[in-house]
T-cell receptor, first 113, second 114 residues
Framework: GENVEQHPSTLSVQEGDSAVIKCTYS??????FPWYKQELGKGPQLIID?????GEKKDQRIAVTLNKTAKHFSLHITETQPEDSAVYFC????????????FGTGTRLQVTL | DTGVSQDPRHKITKRGQNVTFRCDPI?????LYWYRQTLGQGPEFLTY????????KSRLLSDRFSAERPKGSFSTLEIQRTEQGDSAMYLC????????????FGQGTRLTVV
């Protein structure tokens, strides 16, 4: 089955700096890669996603890149703010499997003032 | 609030007791999923429904676990004879049929077995 690895496990940046989180996946048939933000005591919130027919997608301060050949994808957050502090999860799935997502182990992002 | 709703938010139970959780998906989402999340880990897939049909179950779902979605709307997850290892956050998610990969999660039910 699919295996998703995520790093770093923790990341501390100063407010205004950029943050990058990287994930690799093992199943070349995976074609959907969402990113979730999870705040303490809450469920994961979908923040951005990318499909395998696209190499990059941007939404305001958040961008995701995908390298299908290398089987890795990354989340980029620019101009970080304290409210960006949370745990971020990458995930992978493939069409025809509904949303049976395989998640990474998470990155705890701390944005300091 | 039109998001995925889960009840209860927290449950503390003694080992050996049965517990049941409820999930109300986003209206008109015909796919519903259950995931389990332990501390410091990402969510792990347990099972999913398309309408009232349970189409897939993970090997994580032992025979003490049962899930239903009787009318294709809300779902329940029951754990019988709870064990301390069942302590986790149980997350429900739903997705629309035509976009079968976007999943929207509820707030979860945190289960503590003492």
């Amino acid at each position: 089955g699919e295996n998703v690895e995520q790093h770093p496990s923790t990341l501390s940046v100063q407010e205004g700096d950029s943050a990058v989180i990287k994930c690799t996946y093992s199943d070349s048939a995976s074609n959907y890669f969402p990113w979730y933000k999870q705040e303490l005591g809450k469920g994961p919130q979908l923040i951005i996603d990318i499909r395998s027919n696209v190499g990059e997608k941007k939404d305001q301060r958040i961008a995701v890149t995908l390298n299908k050949t290398a089987k890795h994808f990354s989340l980029h957050i620019t101009e970080t703010q304290p409210e960006d502090s949370a745990v971020y999860f990458c995930a992978a799935s493939k069409s025809g499997t509904a949303s049976k997502l395989t998640f990474g182990t998470g990155t705890r992002l701390q944005v300091t003032l | 609030d039109t998001g995925v709703s889960q009840d209860p938010r927290h449950k503390i139970t003694k080992r050996g007791q049965n517990v049941t959780f409820r999930c109300d998906p986003i209206s008109e989402h015909n796919r519903l999923y259950w995931y389990r999340q332990t501390l410091g880990q990402g969510p792990e897939f347990l099972t999913y429904f398309q309408n009232e049909a349970q189409l897939e179950k993970s090997r994580l779902l032992s025979d003490r676990f049962s899930a239903e979605r009787p009318k294709g709307s809300f779902s329940t997850l029951e754990i019988q004879r709870t064990e301390q290892g069942d302590s986790a956050m149980y997350l429900c998610a739903s997705s629309p049929f035509l976009r079968d990969t976007e999943a929207f999660f509820g707030q979860g039910t945190r289960l503590t077995v003492v």
